[in-house]
């Protein structure tokens, strides 16, 4: 779903607006997003997030984060998310969202020590998703 809204943070142009549903699927006990190596005697939380990427003709690169959780040692490690709504709102500085046809969508982590550095684990999973060629006018999301 994408709009065209009026941006109020800046000049009085119209930029897009695009609203994401999503579902994350993460087993941490089993593995199978490999969490399970993460958690040691020195991991006190890990930090996900999911980012939307991708290129417009003004700008090579753009990266918004959508939407984050933060999971404590000894929280329930399995996430099963479905029809997720964006947590944070996924602007774009014009109209670059309309009619993209590769915005890829990443699930990455960072893992929060007890003590020293703070690596970035980015998942082996990710889909690119396209945007329509219309804006929408609805009033709801």
Known sequence: LRKNVEDFTGPRERSDLGFVTFDITADILNGKNDFCSIFDWNVKQLFLYLSAEYSTK??????VVLWDKIMLRGDNPRLFLKDMKSKYFFFDDGNGLKGNRNVTLTLSWNVVPNAG???LVTGSGHVSVPFPDTYETTKSY
């Open 58 to 63: 003004n700008n090579a690169l753009n990266q």
């Open 117 to 119: 550095i703070l690596p």
